[in-house]
């Protein structure tokens, strides 16, 4: 291997030269042909052709984005730009690092220069951790204004125009000297100020409230990362499946009239994620399971989801269970090849955020689960009898091994 591999660079350096006639350059085309064998099948390796051929991504494990969004939320100059400011000494803290007084263009560059220390330190080239495209272009453009590639767009699926490079903030603020633009409701009330009124009022996607001040817009930003008690998932899920789920890469109406929905959250569970991905993947599931039910059943779907965490091994889930259909691959069918639908929802949503597994009746009372798509090679382990169930694990035990 290494022989062919020296043989082909030499011969590519040759074919590069530009003293070399057409005639010259076939000539050597030809040697190079002969020489590696290109045209026999033999030379191919016996684990490269028994591969199977597939559109899927390489695998990355959600730990990373997990690790990155735990630490912004941390960090005593970024967590601010997800939480209210309800201290006159956090003020202080912010406004003699940003030369005695406060302004929203100061602060705004102490966490322009954070966030960019903080991508740095999960650079993939450079230390090999992942992170996803779509979300930090999403909380660069919230931050900076601008994305990766410097275009200025909005925000989020609701196109939120305004972020903490905002020139019409930043004139308010010369108009407010002292002034946060997100004040928890102490210092609100102190201060007789609410912070940076918008110009025009929003509608959430993710709850029946309007956005009216930058401070709500704070608020709604740290909810596209952030799981806990009272902005928990059951809520979202819930709102989705009344008032469905706009984004720019997906559509759903409501689906209170075309599904029988039951719901098990254990609220109490924290977690740091995407959350508009993990909604996404929970609309694109929906849909799987709809499309399954149209095709082979009159009844109205009946589907179970739920959030808890495992007792043995710690790993948090997120479930959607289809109760009353069936899956309709064998097992050996489901390891070799997955369906257009799943490997969709791995590229579009899932890949980076959690893992995915499958519980089913395979046929002859054959009750499974497969890992789909966890970086370990897929296998299935026997269980008790059950309807077909999609689990999304977004956070495991770290000491499990991923292989990319």
């Given amino acids: 291997m290494v022989k062919k591999t020296n043989t082909q660079n030499f011969i590519s350096t040759l074919l590069t030269n ?12 030809a040697l190079m042909i002969r ?30 984005v997990m690790k990155f969004l735990l630490e912004y939320n941390q960090d005593p100059i970024l967590k601010y730009t997800c939480h209210p400011i309800d201290s006159p000494d956090v003020i202080k803290e912010i406004a003699e690092m940003c030369g005695g007084t406060y302004t929203v263009e100061g602060h705004y560059h102490l966490i322009s220069t954070r966030f960019k220390q903080l991508r740095e ?51 308010w603020s010369k108009k407010n000297p002292g002034i946060v633009p997100n004040p928890g409701e102490n210092i609100a009330e102190e201060l007789e100020n609410e912070g940076y009124k918008l110009p025009k009022n929003l509608s959430s996607n993710l709850a029946a409230k309007k956005l009216k001040t930058f401070g709500d817009i704070v608020l709604y930003y740290k909810s596209l990362f952030h799981i806990k008690r ?67 059943s009159k009844e109205l779907p009946q589907i179970e989801v739920g959030f808890y965490r495992e007792e043995k091994t710690c790993r948090v889930c997120f479930y959607v269970h289809h109760l009353n259909s069936e899956y309709r691959k064998s097992i ?29 009746d395979f046929g002859n009372d054959h009750y499974a689960e497969i890992n789909i798509w966890d970086g370990m090679p897929r296998d299935a382990k026997n269980i008790q009898k059950i309807f077909v169930k999609i689990y999304l694990t977004l956070l495991k035990n770290e000491s499990k091994k991923i292989h990319g």
């Avoid at 590696?36 to 559109?55: G, Y």
Wanted: net charge negative; charged share 25%; proline share 4%.
């Fill in 35 to 64: 020489d590696l064998d290109l045209e026999s099948p033999s030379q191919e390796s016996e684990s490269d052709s028994n591969l199977p051929k597939t559109d899927l991504p390489e695998y990355h494990s959600p730990a990373d």
């Fill in 18 to 29: 530009k003293k070399l006639t057409n005639t010259q350059r076939e000539r050597i085309a």
């Fill in 230 to 296: 009272d902005d928990n998932l059951r809520d979202k899920i819930l709102y989705v499946y009344n008032n469905g789920y706009q984004t720019s890469e997906q559509k759903s109406l409501p689906w209170n009239e075309k599904v029988q929905l039951t719901h098990n959250f254990d609220n109490s569970i924290e977690l740091f994620t995407s959350v508009d991905k993990l909604l996404q993947a929970f609309v694109a599931i929906m849909k799987i399971c709809i499309d399954v039910q149209k095709q082979y």
């Fill in 121 to 171: 330190k999960y650079n993939f080239k450079k230390f090999g951790k992942y992170l996803d495209y779509k979300v930090i272009t999403l909380m660069k453009v919230y931050i900076d204004g601008t994305t990766l590639d410097k275009d200025t767009p909005s925000w989020s699926h609701l196109q939120i125009p305004y972020n903490w490079h905002t020139p019409e903030l930043w004139a």
């Fill in 332 to 360: 050996d069918d489901t390891i070799k090849r997955i369906g257009e639908q799943q490997t969709n929802l791995i590229k579009n949503q899932i890949n980076g955020l959690c893992d995915l597994y499958i519980q089913a």
